[in-house]
């Protein structure tokens, strides 16, 4: 859970403190009638002045706190506690308990609220007797289903099987590994139900229909004052605007709770700081270069400082050649990418470093300057064709929206353009497919929709993000034949980020090994793959899984993440190699041998 | 096609699950119904009365004949009689429903109109001054009960500024400004609280949207911004602001029972609030079943609207 924002707690805390401490105020009694004074000014005794029937407008407002929220809360209370109870048994129980628990939350959902209380009304009278059973009646479902849906998701996690296994008592499960687990939610619906309670009793109330006069409520009392509005307006002004300010309280309190409860963090975001050109290294790229990375580096940043995903990536692609950028997850290989194409996601920022695409460097271009590029002469595809495609429009108009955002071309002509496309990738009766909506597609299809999209402006870079990820073997191995046999035709350079080692080993000419946001070795897949210059290269090597079966060495251990980087080589912690020295100053990528780099100080021992 | 008649099927059993349970909910109250409807301030009533009353009701048969006969008439269109003045509640219920539709159709127009833009533009200039004021005040709007907007309403515009009248009905076909003049309020009023919930979703949504890998896509394609909005982070944005949309019409057919009755607006739910004083209850059944009736519509309309809207639903 995180921090809970303190401003609506104390504010919805001094509002039911003091209904709680009315009675110690020594206000008037606020059924006391004093028809002489009627509609009397404020006065010492009377601070809000007398209501039509004389009565003390401060003590009516105060008591009326003190009977809208009673109402409120015990009607959630009871919903809760009802609630709770019957999530959790439909939850755990399942069976006719589960149906009837969710389907007769769905009956009570068919009634507008208000009319199901006003249908109850009729036959029971008014009254907090009828009230408070009423609302809790209509509040029940948010319960059941929070309680519910939490019973279901943590039903399915080991430990709860695990602790059935055990032999604890299904009683002791429930409550003991479920309660804790839903708390947060039920909490969010208890103040969301104690908020609609207040707003659904002052509007029985003011109808007649719910707190029954003469005690105080604000309700009751927008109603009565209805009446002498022209006289004194103030008596309407006072319960309007205590009734507001609670429930504003009240709704403050219930989007904090949900923040609060939210397991996604917010982490704030910033502008592109103007540092960009400070840090920019004075270098030029290599004449003719695809994409020239020199020095990038990645921020975020947190409540504590700036973290650094992605530290100082350089490296170079020349056109017709494919180099792989290799690495565990959180290794900073996709952050690279999308940076180059000026695509970060908003928390993310480049914080230093030049990346040319063809001469110009993309870092310091305008939005619009980028566009022009994006699609045009770079191009990239992503891991998940599926969520990376429109759901709501054809295969082909999307793959025909590339075309058009870089050139004219009529509706007519784009269609037959996305088709021949989806012919070029490979797709059966592409006249057919190019209708689709992605979801009536396979994985592959999908995939391949992807790659004629990014190639439809021949592009001379294309990045592909572990393209192959997502899909079976069979159709990892096509989807890989297709990029090189595509590369090869259009002389494109291509830069593929890929966990997968045999992958590498298929489709690149060179490749770039990242760990912990940092490039570890650079050079040529066969001279890597047959020495490697880096300890980590080495253990990623051992742990491909053989195909002789016997077993792969996995690399003890985790990645270090961003904000925890130990000191001196990040690998040290993992790496077989280290010694005490590794631990501290700084490391840089040396060229140690012919188009070979490494980062690590002992790379000539490891021979 | 298969889905539309699923949905029409779940509809349908949801209103009879409706009216089954407004069946029952008079022969559950502990107590003999009649005696209970005729009780008024703890008075005893009259035994001739209380007989009668039964014979009307039906209470006199058997549970199973009551259920089948009732069920029968609702079948043909026939609510039962007012135990007020003995007409027939569905002709009543005719001829105030327009009214009521009238008031939530010019409710929505206003709050679409007003929301919606208004949601995007947050959306697109997140954090900026424009958000964090329409926030605010949507917040605010939210916070205040329709019934107290109602009645602020009246004290400061018809009362105080003498902008627009109190309260009240002309038909559109006696006198067209005077009956949009009357019809002007009681719509404003439910239209802001609409209007700040349809901000807050349509300003969640394109965020959530605006996240999506397929924006990211459509970004790398190099497309341009106003039709990366226009094409994708709206179109696909819609289907959940449509959902909201649907089902706040539909808790405001309930809500507007308090702005029918702070307008003196004659619609269905000033209908319903004078049943429930009067404890009418055949009147108050046929109300109560007709809205809901139109809230399970509402709902069915929704599900269709939104396979309109999303191909993957249509499927599913
Ligand atoms: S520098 Fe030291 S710790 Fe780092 S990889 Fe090389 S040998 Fe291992």
Redesign the interface.
Known sequence: MQRLRPGPVVAVGTIAFLALLVPLFGLDNPLHMDIAHRLAQPTLAHPLGQDAYGRDVLARLLWGARVSLAVASSSSALACLVGTALGLAGGFLRGPVEFLALRGM??VL???????A???????GPGAPTLIPLLAVLYLPGFVRVVYAGVLSVRTQDYVEAMRSLGAGRLRIMLGTILPNVGGPVLVQFSIAAASAV?LE??LS????GVVPPAPSW?LM?GEA?AT??QA?LL?LWP?LA???T??AL??LCDALRDAVDPHGITRRRRHGGLLDRLAPGLLPAPGAALELAGLTIAIDTPSGPIHPVRDVSLRVMPHETLALVGESGSGKSLTGLAT?G?LPPIARVAGGAAWIEGRDVLRLD?AAL??????TV??I?Q?PL???????RIAT?IG??VQ??ARSPAKATWRRAVELLRHVGIPDPERRAHN?P??MSGGMRQRA?IA??I?NQPRLLIADEPTTALDVTIQAQVLELLAALRRESGMALIFITHSLPVVAEIADRVAVMYAGEIVEQGRVAEVFARPLHPYTAALLASVPREDGSLAEAIPGTVPPPYALPPGCAFAPRCRFARADCSSGTLALTEVMAERLTRCRRWSDLA | MLFVLKRIGVSVL?VW??AT??FL??RM?PGD?AT?LLSQGGVAPDPAAVAQLRIQLGLNQPLGMQYVADMHRLLVGDLGQSLQDQTPVAGEILRRLPRTLELIGAAAVLAVLLGLPAGLLAAIRRGGAFDRIASWLA??A???????VG??M??IFA??LHWAPAGGYVSFARHPLRHLELLAMPAATIAIGLAAILFRMTRAAVLDVSM???I??????????R?ILA??VL??ALMPIVTVLALNL??L???T??VE?VFNWPGLSGL??D???A?D?PE??G??LV??VL??ALNLVVDLLYAL????VR?G
């Open positions: 769905d009956v068919c009634f507008p609220p208000l009319l199901l006003l249908l109850v009304v009729t036959l029971l707003v002052s509007g003011f109808l007649g229909l309700g927008i209805r509005m022209m307006p309407l309007c009734l507001s300010v429930i504003l709704n403050a194409m695509l939005e566009r022009r590029l994006r699609g045009a191009a990239m992503f998940d969520s990376s495609l429109n759901p709501v429009q999307q929206e590339a955002a870089h909506f979801h009536e992807m999209m990014a439809a | 949801l699950v409706v349970i407004v909910a008079i109250v119904p209970i917040a605010v939210l916070a205040v009960p329709i019934f107290v009645t602020l009246v004290a009362q105080g999506r890998d397929y990211r896509t459509a970004r790398a394609k190099g497309v341009a911004p039709r094409r994708h179109r696909n539909g808790s057919l309930g809500g029972v308090l009755y319903l609030v049943a429930v004083n404890r209850y108050v059944q109300v109560v809205i809901s809230f399970v809207l999303d191909p993957r499927h």
